[in-house]
């Protein structure tokens, strides 16, 4: 991965394309041994020093306390972190062995920064903007990847013109999932979701098949703990999510996974008719669905072959997501670090 990021910044440095920020991205990352977290913390000097990027940004996914790993990583890409460890004459490790028990421990400990990490390289246009848009960030900048864009979107903005206020809100994308939309706002975002699935075509096609999908599906609302399907039960459709979050558990073992807006679930069952293979849930105050039927999809296939072969598409797509997800976990639990 590291020879990889120096590989491809080499490249706009030869072209003199140098980025302003870069972003790591460590969503689906499930484990990192050692080794591997020395790595990381050793690419963000890299990035600065190497390729002189004023900004970077860790995203480490959100809901885990920062980095899978055992290593205090998010302390050590901190620069302001690692200033007063080393002062304090501390291991970074002892901080992520030894969390404060009380608030006055927490008061006189080293700043922890358990959210990812933004760092600047000092003396560059994006320090003043960084400072300026520290207070926004709040610690949760980089709990995913949707912030952390935000967040480089904003001090691109700032690096241009410091003298622009910023709010110091920051709201999660989780935060729209109530919002009441009008009909044509919902066609708009499931116009814009469908385009992100759909495996890439020219443009026309591709417009084309979004108008066909969305003639064929239908609009449905479901409230807070109301239960999508059963596992088990017969599959009849493919759900795009355009409003709210759901939640997708397996029943045998109890581990669920949050389905977010822009995100279809049912979509093995409506193409290979195999049985739901989770309970999927609403776990927001309301939720918003265009539902594709397996009559309608049938249909599709007979008179609109290239519409149906572009749903095939989605779901070799997250057949593929879900399997190297899959082959993460398998290789952190069964070799040693």
């Not at 989780?174 to 495996?199: C, G």
Request: hydrophobic share 40%; proline share 3%.
């Amino acid at each position: 991965m590291t020879d990889t990021i120096q590989s491809v910044l080499k490249e706009k440095k030869d072209f003199e394309q140098s980025p302003i920020v870069v972003i790591v991205d460590f969503t689906l990352v499930v484990g990192m041994d050692s080794s591997a977290a020395h790595a990381v913390a050793k690419l963000k000097k890299i990035i600065h020093r190497l390729f002189h990027v004023e900004v970077s940004i860790f995203v480490t996914g959100s809901g885990r306390g920062g980095f899978p790993c055992e290593f205090a990583l998010s302390e050590a890409l901190s620069p302001e972190a690692a200033t007063q460890v080393a002062a304090a004459g501390l291991d970074y490790n002892q901080l992520a062995q030894a969390p404060a028990k009380n608030e006055a421990d927490k008061a006189s400990s080293s700043p922890q920064i358990h959210s990812g990490s933004v760092s600047f390289s000092r003396g560059s246009h994006s320090v003043r903007a960084t400072k300026k848009l520290a207070p926004k960030a709040d610690g949760r900048v980089c709990e995913s990847l949707d912030d952390a864009l935000r967040f480089a979107e904003d001090i691109l903005i700032a690096r241009e013109d410091p003298t622009l206020e910023f709010s110091t809100d920051f709201n999660d994308l989780e935060d729209y999932a109530t919002i009441n939309m009008t009909l044509e706002e919902e066609k708009f975002h499931s116009k814009k979701f469908l385009r992100e699935l759909l495996p890439k075509s020219n443009s026309k096609d591709m417009e084309k098949n979004i108008d066909i999908l969305l003639g064929v599906m239908k609009r449905e609302e479901v409230s807070q703990e109301e239960t999508l399907w059963e596992s088990g039960a017969e599959s009849d459709s493919m759900k795009l999510l355009v409003c709210g979050e759901l939640v997708s558990v397996i029943e045998d073992t109890g581990a669920s996974e949050v389905v977010q807006r822009g995100n279809v679930v049912g979509e093995l069952g409506l193409v290979h008719g195999t049985k739901r293979l989770t309970t999927v849930v609403c776990s927001s105050e309301m939720a918003v669905l265009y539902s594709l039927s397996k009559t309608e999809f049938d249909r599709m296939r007979k008179k609109k072959p290239q519409v149906a072969a572009a749903i095939d598409g989605v779901v070799i797509r997250y057949l593929a997501h879900r399997v190297q997800h899959v082959n993460n976990r398998y290789f952190h639990t069964t070799l040693p670090v």
